[in-house]
């Protein structure tokens, strides 16, 4: 237990109405979840304010309620603490509740639009293999060790980002990989942590939904490296003309890594197939099981920050080499009878999926159709979805647009969307099918022998999204079923 005195800590108090002595049980944020003697704490959501259930939360027993504007009538058996920026201290006060887990590990964040997951999946993998207990944060999975928990977020709100790294540190984890968010660093769900490194994988459009503008969205992610104590390492992809950036105001150490160009972690592809990437790092030739450019640079950045970690350069080669990626990420299947290749990938951005597609491009042996059913998920960035339908008809030989996660949106109205980004002399190559199950029963039928189906956007995801329900559906145990269906 701990009074509501020693959560408040650099929490930027502003003033105090009440006696701060007072034991706190548990932190909130959801109002729902309040119960006698818990602190709420008001933030200014994206939706909703949490300033207007201040009230709800005195009646189910709020012992003290922390937010940025007082209400006009105090109640006088509740403490009030008015904080200069509610979201920035829910951070803070949620870190202190906690004992600061982020001080008693090595915590490694990765940023960028796309490879945070499989980056920060092959660093708890890589340190798990290296004798490590480890933990993970993201959008896949949460993981202590082996004990899996369900993901609901990229990254977790502030309490329950705190609760998490405390049964990490408690369960003698030394490391913890997790992945970072423009979303979260917004919003301040990672103020309060102490970091012993970052990671920036790349950066294209994305989220402009929420950012609005791409300039915004490249502020956004570089404060999470101006925020980097001077104890904490930067490590950046180099080819990224915004790679550099990103480390101008930070106090970190500074590393860089590159396929094309010097870098302290420099990398060259010599082959990549099927079987996996041959590289050479830092002159050292290594096969990997991952496929791809996209993943050579996943590598190097995992190589990098495991070195900048102190580990030892052999160990870590020789431990990477055998790991596999992240769930829904290049996840392919071959079939029994006719061996098409099926792959499921997340690229739910154009980048994304121009990376997947320009490897499958590598690994042709030229006579493969390949067959792309893709769709842009309803309630978020709309300009990318002309742009999604754009690069997967120039880079397709037939495109199947389908349904993402429509969400609250009409799924044709986003098909329809995406239909006016395609060239007028592809047209020919691209079909609409609003139903998801059936647009991968007809790549599947259009298929011949050793051609190749990439089904993009949803990856790990076990749902559809539709009107606020989610309905199971796995993309890849439907490729598995309507291929044995179909005796492909």
């Not at 109002?31 to 709420?40: E, W």
């Not at 200069?84 to 990765?110: C, R, T």
């Not at 996840?331 to 499921?344: G, L, P």
Request: charged residues 20%; contains cysteine; proline residues 3%.
């Amino acid at each position: 237990m701990k009074t509501l005195r020693d959560i408040l800590y650099n929490a930027g108090i502003r003033a105090v109405h009440g006696n701060t002595d007072i034991t706190v049980n548990a932190l909130c944020i959801d109002s729902r979840a309040i119960r006698p003697g818990d602190a709420f704490i008001a933030v200014k959501g994206v939706h909703v304010d949490g300033h207007q259930y201040i009230d709800k939360a005195i009646e189910q027993g709020a012992a003290a309620i922390i937010c940025e504007t007082l209400p006009e009538q105090l109640s006088g058996n509740t403490v009030f603490v008015q904080v200069e920026n509610s979201a920035q201290a829910s951070g803070v006060i949620a870190g202190n509740f906690y004992d600061n887990p982020s001080h008693k590990l090595q915590l490694v964040g990765v940023t960028g639009t796309n490879g945070k997951t499989t980056i920060a999946t092959l660093l708890f993998r890589l340190f798990t293999r290296l004798g490590y207990h480890c933990g993970l944060l993201s959008t896949v999975q949460n993981q202590i060790g082996d004990n899996v928990i369900p993901s609901t977020h990229t990254t977790p709100d502030p309490v329950s980002l705190n609760a998490l790294l405390a049964r990490m540190a408690d369960e003698g984890c030394l490391y913890a990989f997790m992945e970072v968010s423009s979303h979260a660093i917004h919003q301040q769900r990672i103020a309060g942590l102490k970091f012993a490194g970052g990671i920036f994988s790349n950066i294209t459009h994305d989220h402009l939904d929420y950012h609005k503008t791409f300039d915004e969205y490249i502020r956004v992610k570089k404060a999470f490296f101006d925020q980097l104590p001077a104890t904490a390492f930067a490590l950046t992809n180099l080819d990224d003309k915004r790679g550099m950036v990103m480390l101008q105001n930070t106090r970190a150490k500074k590393a860089t890594y590159s396929l094309r160009t010097l870098a302290d972690f420099k990398g060259k592809i010599l082959e990549n197939n099927l079987t996996g990437l041959i590289m050479q790092i830092n002159e050292t030739e290594v096969h990997f099981r991952l496929i791809g450019e996209f993943n050579a640079y996943n590598l190097l950045a995992v190589y990098g920050a495991a070195i900048l970690l102190g580990s030892d350069k052999a160990a870590v080669l020789r431990a990477l080499s055998d790991i596999q990626g992240a769930e829904g990420r290049f996840d392919y299947i071959v079939s029994a009878h006719d061996q098409i290749i099926a792959i499921v990938d997340y690229a739910h951005t154009p980048d994304a999926l121009k990376n997947v597609l320009a490897t499958i491009k590598n690994l042709r042996k030229g006579h493969e159709q390949v067959i792309t059913v893709v769709g842009c998920g309803g309630d978020r960035d709309t300009a990318k979805r002309p742009v999604m339908a754009d690069v997967a008809a120039e880079l397709s030989d037939r495109v199947i647009l389908t349904s993402d996660n429509p969400r609250s949106e009409d799924p044709a109205a986003i098909i329809h969307e995406m239909e006016a980004g395609v060239p007028v002399h592809l047209k020919k190559r691209v079909l609409s099918i609003t139903d998801r199950k059936e647009a991968i029963k007809t790549a599947v039928s259009l298929a011949g022998k050793e051609d190749i189906i990439l089904v993009a956007g949803k990856g790990h995801e076990k749902y559809q999204e539709i009107k606020g329900v989610k309905h199971p559906f796995d993309d890849k145990q439907v490729l598995q079923d309507v291929m044995k269906l179909m005796d492909k």
